[in-house]
Nanobody, 122 residues
Framework: QVQLVESGGGLVQAGGSLRLSCAAS???????MGWFRQALGKEREFVAA????????YYADSVKGRFTISRDNFKNTVYLQMNSLKPEDTAVYYC????????????????WGQGTQVTVFS
């Protein structure tokens, strides 16, 4: 199994950018990786996912064209580059690992990080 630690969250003005990182220990390349987010008072939602080797990526419609997920299997790290941020992107962002080739649904992920806060102000 892997352990996950997110970093890179913070406070940013609308239109700005942030890059989240998720460092993993363990057999990182055996896992599909995903990013989810949970805004205050709302349910956790899928943001983006990347396959084990990184050849396939998937995005929620709300972030498509603005966010990019990538991974470096040598550094055991997955990234989420977030551009053109909007106030509605404000949430706690979670990195997650699934023992599958690719996964886009919450219940497919069995390991979660502690989360990192992203706040976008207008």
């Amino acid at each position: 199994q892997v352990q996950l630690v997110e970093s890179g969250g913070g406070l940013v003005q609308a239109g700005g950018s942030l890059r989240l990182s998720c460092a993993a220990s363990g057999s990182f390349s055996r896992y599909a990786m995903g990013w989810f987010r949970q805004a205050l008072g709302k349910e956790r939602e899928f943001v983006a996912a990347i396959s084990r080797i990184g050849g396939n990526t998937y995005y929620a419609d709300s972030v498509k064209g603005r966010f990019t997920i990538s991974r470096d299997n040598f550094k055991n790290t997955v990234y989420l580059q977030m551009n053109s941020l909007k106030p509605e992107d404000t949430a706690v962002y979670y990195c997650a690992a699934a023992p599958l080739i690719i996964a886009t649904r919450d219940h497919e992920y069995d390991t979660w990080g502690q989360g990192t806060q992203v706040t976008v102000f207008s």
